[in-house]
Antibody
């Protein structure tokens, strides 16, 4: 069955860095677009970043552009999010999520999500 | 950027009742590229509806979606105890850096 397992969250000081990982299993990872989506405590969902199946196309939300870097290693079935210059407002649960794809076409909704990893930015 | 506004913010109903949740977009959502998710406390969101009206795999038929353009609705025909949760709409009718979610509707037991 499809599984997405995030790791790497924790407590970091403002201005610090953190690298999140998402281990995928149960499907052909290299066929799917992937995204990071976050949720601040008690708040709604915010899309953060997207990467195409090959890694050639990447998008970021304006709120993280220039500070976060998404990447993937299809040989390791893994997705990453390098987060630099972290701010208090980056505090959230970070989910990795799979875009629905069929017949080589991928859509912008998310059919599988990981359980999330909590990032807390505080001094 | 398309802003999605969900209403009501909180909906209080009893099991067996019908729930109607609204999602209104600030501009037309192309190709009805709108999805609905359910989120329970401490859990990740779960996909319910995509393409405004198509049920995701394994979703009971008491859940239905409708609408087009700027007005979309999620209907739960007869509420089961496990349906009380927060529901989010999401539009994906634009490039990924413009994907947006609504602020959520909390469906609580009356």
């Amino acid at each position: 069955q499809v599984q997405l397992v995030e790791s790497g969250g924790g407590l970091v000081k403002p201005g610090g860095s953190l690298r999140l990982s998402c281990a995928a299993s149960g499907f052909t990872f290299s066929d799917y677009y992937m995204s990071w989506i976050r949720q601040a405590p008690g708040k709604g969902l915010e899309w953060v970043s997207y990467i195409s199946s090959s890694g050639s196309t990447i998008y970021y939300a304006d709120s993280v552009k220039g500070r976060f870097t998404i990447s993937r290693d299809n040989a390791k079935n893994s997705l990453y999010l390098q987060m630099n210059s972290l701010r208090a407002e980056d505090t959230a649960v970070y989910y990795c999520a799979r875009s629905y794809c069929t017949g080589g076409v991928c859509y912008g909704y998310f059919d599988y999500w990981g359980q999330g990893t909590l990032v807390t930015v505080s001094s | 950027e398309i802003v999605l506004t969900q209403s009501p913010g909180t909906l209080s109903l009893s099991p067996g009742e019908r729930a109607t949740l609204s999602c209104r977009a600030s501009q037309s959502v192309s190709s009805s590229y709108l999805a609905w998710y359910q989120q329970k406390p401490g859990q990740a969101p779960r996909l319910l509806i995509y393409g405004a009206s198509s049920r995701a795999t394994g979703i009971p038929d008491r859940f239905s979606g409708s609408g087009s353009g700027t007005d979309f609705t999620l209907t739960i025909s007869r509420l089961e105890p496990e349906d009380f949760a927060v529901y989010y709409c999401q539009q994906y009718g634009s490039s990924p850096d413009k994907y947006t979610f609504g602020q959520g509707t909390k469906l609580e037991i009356k």
